[in-house]
C-alpha cells in the first residue's frame, strides 16, 4: 500500500476520509431500514464518490477501487437496477472495514493487531453490480442467489469499536472547525491584551522612576503619595479592563471546544448492529437530542463508558427476536439514547426495552464472587444491588466469552464518570427494560475547589465531592473496630488522617487544636478527612501531572492557585478506594492475629484437557507460569478418571477431542453433585453462537476461542471463577 509522503495531506486526507467512511457506515445501515429513500441513496453515493476522487488524486489505487465498488453498488441501486436487503448491505461494510485499513497504511498510522485484509474478489465493480442486476432479474422467475462479491463475508475480528468490541486506540479529535467571525474576536482580543500589556510595563516603569525619585529625595513623600494614588486607580482601571478581556477570551476559546454530542454517537449504529447480529438479535439504535452540545474532553472521555452500556445492552438486555414475540414484543429491540441540557450539566439517558435486571442473579453471584455471604446477600435492597453490579470484575453472565461476562463493563463506566466528576443511576423494571442516566459537566475547562491545608501543604478537592464539613469536638470522636468515627444523622461516618491516606511522613499533631472534618460522598459511601485547616473556595484549572508522571493515586492532577503557588488536586474517588483498602487491610491484619495458626497459601490445582500436545504444552507453561499446579489430561476419559482420583479447583478443557469430547465430560460434571461447583473453562476452535449456546447448556462457566486467544483473558476467566 502506497504512503502519503506529503505531511499536509496525509492529515487533510486521515481527517476527510474518516467522515466519509462514518457517513457512509451510518448511510449503509440506514438505507437497509428505508431501501427506498432516494435522497439518502445520493447522499450516500455523493460521500463514496468523493472518497473515490481524493485516493485517486493521491493515487491510492487500490482504495480507489474499493470506494468505486461501493459507489457502483449505490449506483445501480440509485437506478433501480439492484434491490437493497441485508446481504447487500454487509459485504459493503466489510469493504468500509478494508478501506480503514488501507487509509491508516497510507497515512502512517498503527493497523490495530487481528484487523485482516477482506477478501479479494476477481470481478469488477461493473461485473459485480451487472452480475447482481441479472440475478435479481433472473430471481423474479425463479430463486437466484447474490454473487459471491456482494455475500456477506466473516467479518474481520478486530479490537475496534464498530465490530463491538473495546477500541485499544483512543477516542481523540484532532481537528476542530472553526467559524472565522471567532477567530476574527480573538484576534481583536489579543490586540487589546496587547495594549493591556503595554499600558501596564508603562506603570511599572513609572512606579519604578517614581522609587528612584524618593529614595534621591527628588519628590517629597506628600508630592510622592498623591502620584501613588493617581497610578493606582489608572493601574486599577487597566486591571479592570484587562479582567474583562481575559474572560472574554476564555469563554470564547471554551466555546471553540464545544462540539455536538453527536460527534460521538456516529460511532456506535455500525457497533451496536455488528454486536448484535454477533448474538443473533435485532437491535434499532435511536438517537434524541444529539445537536446537544458539550466540552471536546468530555465527548473523548465518554466513549468508554457509552461503549460499555450499549454492549450491555445488546448482549444482556435485549432479548432474542423468539422470546420478545412470545413476551408481547416487537422482534426488533430498541436501544435509545437521549441527550438534553441544563445550565452547567449534559444528561444521557441510554435506554432499552430489554428485560432489564434479574435482582437474583446479581444476588447470587454476589454471593458466588465473595463479596457478601448468604445472609448478608438476602438483607440487600434493590439500590445495593445495582451498586454490587458496578462492583470491578462482576458480572451476572452464566459464561465468560470473548463479548462478555469477564466484569469488566460497568466499573469501567462508574469509574468513567466519576473522572468527569459526573454522576450515574441505574433504573430497572423487569420485563421492561432498563435506563442508565449519566449527568456530566458541559466543560472540565475550570472547576470549583475548596483548599485545603495539612502537614504544612495546600491541596485543592472539588467542591461537587464534598458532602459537608464540621469541627469535631473530642468527645465526639469514638473507636468502632479500630477506627475513628462519629455518628450524623444516624450514620456512621468513618474518619482518616488525610496526610496519612497519601502516605506523607507522620507529623505531630497539637492535640489542643481542634479537629477540622471535610466529610466526602462518593456514590453512597461517605467518609471523613480529618486536616489541619479549610481555606476558602477557587475556581481552577486542572493540569494533568507532569511527564513522566501519568496516573497518581488519589490525585487527579495539578493546579496553580491565585497566590502562585502549585497545588495538587484530590481524586474523591480514588481516596474512596484508598480508605476502603485501609479498612479491609486492618479487617484481614486483625484475622491473621486472632487466628492461632497462620496457615500458608497452596496453589490452586486445575485440570487441563487438551489432545493436541502443542496446544497443551502451551497452555501448561501459560497456567504454571501464573503459579497454578497443573495436571494434563489428553481427552475427557482421562480427565474423568483423574477428576476421580483427587480434587481440582477448576477444568480448563478443549471441545473436539477423542473418547469424550469437552460437552459430554462438562455434562458428565455437572450431573455429579461431587463436582456440581468446580469452574469449566471451555478453549475451542468451536467459535459460533450455537457452539457457546451449547457450552452455556452443558453448564460451562467460560467459554474462550482459540482463533483470538488471548493467555490474559483465560489467566482472567480462571481469577474470577475461583
Request: contains cysteine; charged residues 25%.
Amino acid at each position: 500500500m502506497a504512503t502519503i509522503e506529503d505531511a499536509e495531506l496525509s492529515a487533510l486526507f486521515k481527517i476527510e476520509s474518516a467522515e466519509h467512511l462514518q457517513k457512509l457506515d451510518a448511510g449503509l445501515l440506514q438505507l437497509e431500514k428505508t431501501p427506498n429513500d432516494q435522497a439518502l441513496i445520493q447522499e450516500i453515493f455523493r460521500e463514496a464518490h468523493s472518497l473515490k476522487g481524493s485516493a485517486r488524486m493521491l493515487g491510492l489505487i487500490e482504495i480507489q477501487g474499493l470506494a468505486n465498488t461501493v459507489e457502483d453498488m449505490l449506483g445501480a441501486v440509485r437506478a433501480g437496477n439492484l434491490a437493497v436487503t441485508a446481504e447487500i448491505v454487509k459485504p459493503q461494510l466489510a469493504t468500509l472495514d478494508r478501506i480503514r485499513t488501507m487509509v491508516a497504511e497510507a497515512v502512517g498510522d498503527v493497523i490495530p493487531q487481528g484487523l485482516n485484509q477482506i477478501e479479494s474478489t476477481q470481478q469488477t465493480p461493473s461485473e459485480l453490480v451487472s452480475t447482481t442486476v441479472a440475478a435479481q432479474i433472473e430471481g423474479r422467475h425463479q430463486a437466484a442467489s447474490i454473487p459471491a462479491a456482494f455475500q456477506a463475508r466473516p467479518q474481520p475480528k478486530t479490537d475496534s469499536v464498530i465490530n463491538g468490541r473495546s477500541n485499544s486506540l483512543d477516542f481523540r479529535i484532532d481537528t476542530l472547525r472553526v467559524d472565522a467571525k471567532k477567530l476574527d474576536f480573538l484576534l481583536s482580543q489579543a490586540a487589546e491584551l496587547v495594549v493591556s500589556r503595554s499600558r501596564i510595563l508603562r506603570w511599572q516603569a513609572e512606579f519604578s522612576d517614581m522609587i528612584n525619585k524618593l529614595q534621591n529625595k527628588e519628590i517629597e513623600s506628600e508630592q510622592w503619595a498623591k502620584e501613588m494614588q493617581l497610578m493606582h486607580s489608572k493601574l486599577a482601571e487597566d486591571a479592570g479592563r484587562l479582567n474583562v478581556i481575559t474572560e472574554e477570551i476564555e469563554s470564547e476559546i471554551q466555546s471553540l471546544r464545544l462540539l455536538p454530542i453527536s460527534t460521538l454517537l456516529e460511532q456506535f449504529p455500525r457497533m451496536v448492529h455488528d454486536l448484535a447480529a454477533e448474538v443473533n438479535k435485532q437491535v434499532d439504535l435511536v438517537f434524541e437530542g444529539e445537536g446537544t452540545v458539550a466540552d471536546k474532553r468530555i465527548i473523548e472521555e465518554m466513549k468508554s463508558p457509552l461503549m460499555h452500556m450499549l454492549r450491555n445492552a445488546v448482549d444482556h438486555g435485549i432479548e432474542l427476536p423468539e422470546v420478545r414475540i412470545n413476551n408481547g414484543k416487537p422482534p426488533v429491540g430498541k436501544i435509545l439514547i437521549k441527550v438534553s441540557q441544563d445550565a452547567d450539566h449534559v444528561r444521557l439517558d441510554v435506554i432499552d426495552d430489554g428485560k432489564g435486571l434479574d435482582l437474583e442473579a446479581i444476588r447470587q453471584q454476589a454471593v458466588k464472587r465473595h463479596i457478601f455471604t448468604d445472609e448478608q446477600a438476602i438483607g440487600l435492597d434493590e439500590t445495593q444491588l445495582k451498586n454490587v453490579l458496578m462492583t470491578p470484575g462482576f458480572s451476572t453472565n452464566k459464561m465468560i466469552t470473548d463479548i462478555s461476562g469477564r466484569g469488566v463493563g460497568l466499573d469501567v463506566v462508574r469509574s468513567s464518570v466519576e473522572r468527569m466528576h459526573g454522576t450515574l443511576a441505574i433504573e430497572s423494571v423487569t420485563g421492561k427494560g432498563m435506563t442508565f442516566t449519566l449527568n456530566l459537566p458541559v466543560s472540565l475547562t475550570s472547576t470549583r475547589v475548596m483548599i485545603l491545608r495539612e502537614w504544612g501543604e495546600n491541596y485543592a478537592l472539588p467542591c461537587e465531592a464534598i458532602y459537608f464539613s464540621k469541627i469535631l469536638k473530642p468527645e465526639e470522636l469514638l473507636v468502632r473496630e479500630d477506627r475513628q468515627c462519629f455518628y450524623h444523622n444516624d450514620e456512621i461516618i468513618t474518619v482518616n488522617r488525610l496526610g496519612t491516606l497519601l502516605e506523607r511522613s507522620l507529623q505531630p499533631v497539637d492535640p489542643g487544636l481542634a479537629t477540622v472534618c471535610v466529610v466526602i460522598r462518593v456514590a453512597d459511601f461517605s467518609f471523613g478527612l480529618i486536616i489541619d485547616e479549610l481555606h476558602n473556595e477557587e475556581d481552577i484549572v486542572l493540569k494533568a501531572p507532569p511527564p513522566p508522571i501519568k496516573r497518581l493515586r488519589n490525585i487527579s492532577g495539578v493546579t496553580i492557585l491565585d497566590s502562585g503557588l502549585v497545588c495538587a488536586v484530590l481524586n474523591a474517588s480514588d481516596l474512596a478506594k484508598t480508605v476502603r483498602q485501609t479498612h479491609q487491610k486492618m479487617t484481614s491484619d486483625q484475622s491473621v492475629l486472632e487466628s492461632p495458626i497462620a496457615s500458608s497459601v497452596k496453589a490452586k490445582s486445575l485440570l487441563l484437557v487438551e489432545d493436541s500436545i502443542v496446544t497443551r504444552i502451551q497452555e501448561k507453561r501459560i497456567l504454571e507460569a501464573a503459579g497454578y499446579e497443573v495436571v494434563t489430561a489428553v481427552d475427557g476419559l482421562n480427565a474423568w478418571n483423574l477428576l476421580n482420583s483427587r480434587s481440582f479447583d477448576a477444568i480448563v478443557s478443549d471441545i473436539m477431542m477423542p473418547n469424550m469430547d469437552g460437552l459430554e465430560l462438562a455434562a458428565k460434571i455437572r450431573s455429579n453433585r461431587k463436582f456440581a461447583d468446580i469452574p469449566i473453562i471451555l478453549v475451542t476452535s468451536l467459535a459460533s453462537e450455537d457452539d457457546r449456546r451449547r457450552g452455556l447448556d452443558v453448564g460451562a462457566d467460560a467459554y474462550i476461542s482459540k482463533s483470538d486467544f488471548d493467555q490474559t483473558v483465560l489467566l482472567d476467566s480462571i481469577a474470577r471463577l475461583i
